[in-house]
């Protein structure tokens, strides 16, 4: 049994190792960044990396965890805020702050989930958002024809401004996030022009995102 020991230790540093560097990597250049990049900088070969982690979207899984479970806490803190329309756009807030803060959360965001894991974490998610949307809709502060569905023109377009203006503007994205949440108050709504996107193609539209 002595002699697992160190193989089972030195497989965790390896996958320790694999996801710092997945992070940075990513971080820097991109979730399509070169693997064999991953590996060099982990200081393992790119069979250890396959052997640990056989696809990308596996690697980037373990690269995000800690962020995705960040990102459920914030929905937790948001359903205890007692006002309505604060608890919702705390929430859309915070999580726009912790994406535009991150480069990984900034670029998956509008790609598929990379694992079982992470997709049923953004469904408990959506689980929550939906709560604290119907919660707000119900005392008339959030307009009625808004849909959970919708979050993703805020998230895409959210995206685009960090890429856009991160290094230049840090903070520009909440100028526009506040120019959305004036849209969503349900005193100044006026009707939509078209219904809104369904869940199925909310989804294939992000499976259209993936390289």
Known sequence: MSSNKPLRLDARRNRDALVTAAREVFAERGLDAPLKEVAARAGVA????????????????????????????????????????????Y???????????????NELAVRAAPSAAIARAREDGHHRMREIITRAQRA????????????????????RIVEATGTLAPDAWRRHL???????????????PVPPITEDQLMRALGSGEQ
Do not use: K, M
Request: hydrophobic share 50%; with cysteine.
């Open 46 to 89: 790119i069979g250890t990396l396959y052997n640990r982690f056989p696809t990308r979207d596996d690697l980037i899984a373990a690269a995000v965890e800690d962020r995705i479970e960040a990102g459920g806490r914030i929905a937790e803190r948001a359903l205890l805020i007692e006002d309505p329309w604060e608890s919702f756009t």
């Open 91 to 105: 929430l859309v807030e915070q999580v726009c702050e912790l994406q535009a803060g991150d480069r990984l959360l």
């Open 140 to 159: 008339g502060v959030l307009r009625p024809d808004w849909v959970l569905e919708d979050i993703a023109f805020i998230t895409w377009a959210h995206t």
């Open 178 to 192: 506040a120019l959305v949440f004036d849209g969503l108050r349900a005193a100044a709504a006026h009707p939509l």
